[in-house]
């Protein structure tokens, strides 16, 4: 997306979407403090600005019809308005940047070398907001699950008994692991100027 376009596809989520809720003066979702809030609103900018004006539409009245608290006055979680986000208009392939800026951090290599990198980049995707610790133990607990399937595929393959799409699924994992390692180990503008 183009400066220009990333810029008008950030007004038309704050004019679609935040703006009229905003006017509706609704509560905070329950479990977020005001400057967490604040961070839900501007990360709408950023992460929602891939929407068509006409999904982001539908969306706003998603979420008008699925307010929560007693009185129908409080938002709904992040979580559940990414999740409509997605489900009315899929995101375009390609990391955010918090996904790049998040590799690319000191918690990028501790993720190759811990073997979860790919995880925590599909969550990240997914959430799209930073993870904690119990999330991280999750994260690494699906990674240990996704090591050990695959090297019962690869086992599987050595003696010609894989299916085409349990090896599939395997390559599919590898390339996404070569795609993460890529962006962790990746240099940063200012290292490629120095270089």
Known sequence: ???EDLKQAKINVREILIE?????GLARPKDLKVVQ???MLAGFENNLSYMRRDSLHRLRLFIEANLEGPNQNRWPS?????????D??????GN????ISWLQSVEGPLAVQGGYVVELRNDLKKFKRPIDAVHLRRIKKRAAENRHKFAIVREKDRVGRATFEELEQARCYDRALRACTDIVFAKSPKE????
């Not at 009229?20 to 509706?24: A, I, K």
């Not at 490629?192 to 270089?195: P, R």
């Open 1 to 3: 997306m183009q400066d």
């Open 20 to 24: 009229p809720m905003d006017h509706l």
């Open 37 to 39: 809030f604040e961070k």
């Open 78 to 86: 992040p979580a559940a308005i990414y999740k409509w986000a997605r």
């Open 88 to 93: 009315i208009q899929e995101e375009p392939e």
């Open 96 to 99: 955010s940047e918090l996904v």
């Open 192 to 195: 490629k100027e120095l270089s």
